[in-house]
T-cell receptor, first 113, second 115 residues
Framework: EAQVTQNPRYLITVTGKKLTVTCSQN?????MSWYRQDPGLGLRQIYY???????DKGDVPEGYKVSRKEKRNFPLILESPSPNQTSLYFC????FGVGTEAFFGQGTRLTVV | AQSVAQPEDQVNVAEGNPLTVKCTYS??????LFWYVQYPNRGLQFLLK??????LVKGSYGFEAEFNKSQTSFHLKKPSALVSDSALYFC?????????????FGTGTRLKVLA
């Protein structure tokens, strides 16, 4: 089954404790991205990657890191999480092409206390 | 600044009645337009998109959307709502040029279909 898989689905952590949210897609898509969803703000892009070893900042990159060492994986790293990073996070992938749609993971609900 | 507006936080409609969820955008050029739906505890699912051609686009689950270039709108519609359509709906645009695949999302509209 074609899918984008995120782990974990739920995570509660303490301020300053480094964490990684994994994202993997099995559709051989070139483009991958991370979004955070906050009430009243919709989805905002954090980072994106056009291909292996090619990443760039989205609209809200502060406090986050990413890497793309393999085409299928695009982990999101919070080196020193803070409470304002409490949010619902989504990973998405898209193939290159005209007007292609994105495929989203199930989401990771992160709480930083 | 580029933006997508969904003016209604929530839309209530009776089952069997037609529904409309509104979306307008302010983006340079002629972007691709999308609708996604989010059910509780799930990721976003693609519903439909406008790339070019006929202004009325048909998508999944009986939904359709009407593109209006002069009003820069892309309203989501369904002739007869079902209780199972209750969910959070997002309008999104994507730049047509430059090879970018970045979406700009609206803030979402919660659809509640009442039995």
């Amino acid at each position: 089954e074609a899918q984008v898989t995120q782990n974990p689905r739920y995570l509660i952590t303490v301020t300053g404790k480094k964490l990684t949210v994994t994202c993997s897609q099995n559709m051989n898509h070139e483009y991958m991205s991370w979004y955070r969803q906050d009430p009243g703000l919709g989805l905002r892009q954090i980072y994106y990657s056009m291909n292996v070893e090619v990443t760039d900042k989205g609209d809200v990159p502060e406090g986050y890191k990413v890497s793309r060492k393999e085409k299928r994986n695009f982990p999101l790293i919070l080196e020193s999480p803070s409470p304002n990073q409490t949010s619902l996070y989504f990973c998405a992938s898209s193939p290159f092409g005209v007007g292609t749609e994105a495929f989203f993971g199930q989401g990771t609900r992160l709480t930083v206390v | 600044a580029q933006s997508v507006a969904q003016p209604e936080d929530q839309v209530n409609v009776a089952e069997g009645n037609p529904l409309t969820v509104k979306c307008t955008y302010s983006v340079s050029g002629n972007p691709y337009l999308f609708w996604y739906v989010q059910y509780p505890n799930r990721g976003l699912q693609f519903l439909l998109k406008y790339i070019t051609g006929d202004n009325l686009v048909k998508g999944s689950y009986g939904f359709e959307a009407e593109f209006n270039k002069s009003q820069t709108s892309f309203h989501l519609k369904k002739p007869s709502a079902l209780v199972s359509d209750s969910a959070l709906y997002f309008c999104a645009v994507r730049d047509r040029g430059g090879g970018t695949y970045k979406y700009i999302f609206g803030t979402g509209t919660r659809l509640k279909v009442l039995a």
